[in-house]
């Protein structure tokens, strides 16, 4: 059984010869692929994932817009801003929908398809995942918004609240009609984002993202689908009040699972959503990769594979990406856990 046959099976609750595991969202950052070219001899982020031997391979928008737009920063992968950095936003005191409007948004032009075909013929045994970047609905407002102005908006002006998710839908959907067409020809999977979770809540409700978030990521997710592509849903955090609202609109798999957040313990989780919901993630990185031993991740490992184990859904990757504290052999360690795991 190859890797895209491994994953496909694994998002669809069949069996397979070995879980399959990836590095979370294909990333290969700058410490990790100094320890394996200290170690190894390896030079770029593609051999590190060759040799671990991952079973993803991402894939992500061409830019072809001006050089390095502001606005442009908002659907730019991997770029996410913290919470203090979006104290006060640009549109904090917008209270007319032409405000939100006249805002210099990103024109979904700038986005385009990358080459599917290339990146299949360069990995025919992988399963291949549609990375438009980082778009998110929740997470642009809190941007645009301001953190708190973003979350009195929703209660004290609705309406101007949602008219700024409608704009940021519009975009999305407008990127997504033009590349998924091209995408759905060779990649398996695709991938969408948000946050709107700390490790202990969800930061706005779970009735307020039903109303202002799920109509519009139902949406996004209803087009992938059509074109044939299973849904990677991307929010760190404690998420579990939202999980049911995600299957239902057809999402296949929560990715980040973080099993230190509240609720999302792998027995538990394993128990209520599975054979209903995949999980990717699982191996936490703010102590089990970072100061752990790679006896210790092994352990883990094997300890979420074995809470799935009666319903499958599982894949094993790190649960965050990018932490210069995550060692590099405990990452080995990670992968070569899964193919030392054996079912009691």
């Known amino acids: 059984m190859d890797s895209r046959q491994r994953v496909l099976r694994t998002l669809r609750f069949e069996a397979t010869d070995r879980p399959p595991y990836d590095l979370m969202e294909g990333c290969v950052w700058p410490e990790l692929l100094e320890y394996y070219r200290q170690n190894y001899g390896l030079e770029t982020a593609d051999q590190v994932l060759d040799f671990l031997d991952t079973d993803f391979r991402w894939t992500f928008l061409e830019y072809l817009g001006p050089p390095a737009p502001p606005a442009a920063k908002l659907l730019t992968a991997g770029q996410a801003a913290s919470s203090k950095a979006v104290a006060v936003g640009p549109l904090a005191h917008a209270s007319s929908l032409a405000e939100i409007e006249a805002y210099p948004w990103p024109d979904p032009a700038w986005f385009g398809p990358a080459d599917y075909a290339l990146a299949r013929l360069r990995w ?38 949602e008219a700024l998710v409608q704009r940021q839908h519009a975009i999305v959907m407008d990127i997504l009609e033009r590349a998924a067409p091209a995408a759905s020809r060779y990649c398996d999977l695709a991938w969408l984002g948000d946050d709107f979770a700390h490790q202990q809540n969800m930061l706005i409700s779970p009735a307020l993202w039903r109303r202002f978030i799920k109509p519009y990521l139902a949406e996004q997710v209803s087009l992938l689908r059509r074109h044939g592509m299973l849904v990677l849903f991307h929010s760190c955090g404690a998420v579990r009040p939202v999980l049911p609202d995600l299957a239902e609109i057809g999402v296949n798999a929560l990715l980040v699972f973080q099993t230190t957040a509240r609720g999302l313990d792998a027995s538990s989780i394993a128990q209520e959503f599975g054979g209903k919901l995949a999980f990717y993630g699982g191996i936490d990185v703010q102590h089990t990769l970072s100061s752990g031993t790679p006896q210790e991740v092994e352990q883990a490992v094997h300890a979420n594979l074995r809470a799935f184990a009666g319903c499958g859904g599982y894949i094993v990757a790190n649960s965050h990406h990018t932490l210069a504290s995550i060692r590099g052999e405990n990452i080995t360690a990670m992968c070569q856990a899964v193919k030392t795991f054996k079912h009691e």
């Open 124 to 161: 025919p045994d992988k399963a291949l995942v549609f990375c438009p970047g980082w778009m998110p609905l929740f997470w642009t407002a809190c941007e645009l918004f301001g953190m708190q102005p973003a979350m009195t908006k929703m209660m004290d002006e609705p309406e101007i609240f």
